[in-house]
């Protein structure tokens, strides 16, 4: 491999962790804003972290294809679906970490969306794997 095209190489490695963290922040955001809105509603934390996470995905999804991974082909069903799949393994360490959260901190138990921290940190290395393996090929 020529020094130029590990220098391309690198940057563009460099541009998809980068974008990746932002749409991770993005989604965050999301995540801790439906987690709020359902708590303020009553919703039971554990139960309320579904939807909040979903919504994660959805916009972490959408920026990953469109910015990160630059993807030009139209988004499909398909496509979206493979996305969700390889985010499981994510979603369930992500998921079990905020519950060990919330069950090990008073702090965290009375403020849900601060095991959101730990829990997003958690799955945040798998899903960058699974996101390049889905929409950047």
Known sequence: MSERSRQTAAGTRRRH???????????????????SALLALGCPAGLA??????????TTWAINRTLTFRTSAAPTLAEFLHYVL????????NYATFLLALHLSETAAAQP???????????MG???LGSRRILHR
Not at 21 to 31: P, R, Y
Not at 86 to 93: K, P
Not at 113 to 123: E, K, N, Q, R, S
């Open 113 to 123: 969306v601060l095991a959101l921290v730990p829990a997003t940190a958690a799955g």
């Open 49 to 58: 972290r579904v939807p909040s996470f979903l919504a994660a995905v959805l």
């Open 126 to 128: 798998v899903n960058f």
């Open 86 to 93: 390889a985010m499981g393994l994510g979603l369930a360490i």
């Open 17 to 35: 962790l980068g974008g990746f963290a932002l749409a991770g922040l993005a989604g965050f955001c999301v995540d801790a804003g439906v987690l």
